[in-house]
């Protein structure tokens, strides 16, 4: 096999004393080490509390010194789709290609 994956759950607490510890979302998470010596992260996030919110991450980062290469996101808040966005990273540039309700499409 030439990649390894690692898979997790974190949850998300909270810390209000009405509701000391008790769970208010979570985020399913895997990262797998390929054969190129990239990393790939998958993070599928969800907050119960209003306004719910769902987040999905896909990242990619250079295994030896975790220099990000690319990511996409997209985001759900109050069931209503917020926005998403891809980043490319290389030596001194980002570049960003974006779309959200409130501005629209934006790249840079």
């Not at 990649?3 to 909270?14: E, H």
């Not at 209000?16 to 993070?43: C, N, W």
């Not at 570049?95 to 409130?102: G, P």
């Amino acid at each position: 096999m030439a990649y390894r994956t690692i898979r997790g759950k974190i949850l998300y607490t909270s810390k209000k004393p009405e509701r000391l510890d008790q769970e208010r979302g979570r985020e399913y998470f895997s990262i797998t080490r390929q054969a190129d010596a990239t990393d790939v992260m998958h993070a599928h996030c969800e907050i119960d509390d209003a306004p719910m919110v769902v987040r999905d991450v896909v990242a990619a980062m250079d295994h030896v010194t975790a220099a990000p290469i690319d990511c996409h996101v997209r985001l759900t808040v109050g069931d209503k789709f917020e926005g998403s966005g891809w980043f490319r990273f290389s030596a001194g540039q980002v570049e960003a290609e974006t779309y959200n309700r409130r501005d629209g499409r934006i790249r840079q």
